[in-house]
T-cell receptor, first 115, second 112 residues
Framework: DQQVKQNSPSLSVQEGRISILNCDYT??????FLWYKKYPAEGPTFLIS?????DKNEDGRFTVFLNKSAKHLSLHIVPSQPGDSAVYFC??????????????FGQGTTLQVKP | NAGVTQTPKFQVLKTGQSMTLQCAQD?????MYWYRQDPGMGLRLIYY???????DKGEVPNGYNVSRLNKREFSLRLESAAPSQTSVYFC???????????FGDGTRLSIL
């Protein structure tokens, strides 16, 4: 039972254009969402997060949108750069675990930004 | 600033062998986590330690044990390795609630 889903295994965009990565979740009790970026042979690195009390959070080229009614979040990267090519994971804070930080991850989306 | 350090980086085991994966963090974080990453499945939580002296099971704990040796170190042990445990293992830590976890670079484990 996949509680956090990234339905697009891969995405390819042109340098300078917008990249939109999507994530859906099923548990309405999730209250904190994160995006991680992962390069090959490295660990995931934190990118941006959003609390369930907000619907948008922005950090430079990266913006995360949260639609609680649809149980959907998205990560927008604009403009996309070749260095953004990586695997992107969304993650959610598990129900009743705000104090332990247990995260549930999606399967990941591989982003390729073409020069 | 090393962050989260995992050793070894690579290991090949035979079925039935035992192995301990080491993890240490130098950020004075309270909570530590062990995940495994398999193709098409994202990261799944094996065990975690919310604070020094406590450990709890995650999604996929069977076949593993953990030890929170002190605040810095959190080890993962495979008592009798099985081919299904072939995976990339990541350790993570964080300071407190609603802060992001910081990950090590992983241990790539193959069990023949």
């Amino acid at each position: 039972d996949q509680q956090v889903k990234q339905n697009s295994p891969s995405l390819s965009v042109q340098e300078g254009r917008i990249s939109i990565l999507n994530c859906d979740y099923t548990n309405s009790m999730f209250d904190y969402f994160l995006w991680y970026k992962k390069y090959p042979a490295e660990g995931p690195t934190f990118l941006i997060s959003i609390s369930s009390i907000k619907d948008k959070n922005e950090d430079g080229r990266f913006t995360v949108f949260l639609n609680k009614s649809a149980k959907h979040l998205s990560l927008h990267i604009v403009p996309s750069q070749p260095g953004d090519s990586a695997v992107y994971f969304c993650a959610a804070n598990g129900h009743g675990s705000s104090n332990t930080g247990k995260l549930i991850f999606g399967q990941g989306t591989t982003l390729q930004v073409k020069p | 600033n090393a962050g989260v350090t995992q050793t070894p980086k690579f290991q090949v085991l035979k079925t039935g062998q035992s192995m301990t994966l080491q993890c240490a963090q130098d950020m004075n974080h309270n909570s530590m986590y062990w995940y495994r990453q398999d193709p098409g499945m994202g990261l799944r939580l094996i065990y975690y330690s919310a604070s020094e002296g406590t450990t709890d099971k995650g999604e996929v704990p069977n076949g593993y044990n953990v030890s929170r040796l002190n605040k810095r170190e959190f080890s993962l042990r495979l008592e009798s390795a099985a081919p299904s445990q072939t995976s990339v293992y990541f350790c993570a830590s964080k300071r407190n609630s609603n802060q992001p976890q910081h990950f090590g670079d992983g241990t790539r484990l193959s069990i023949l």
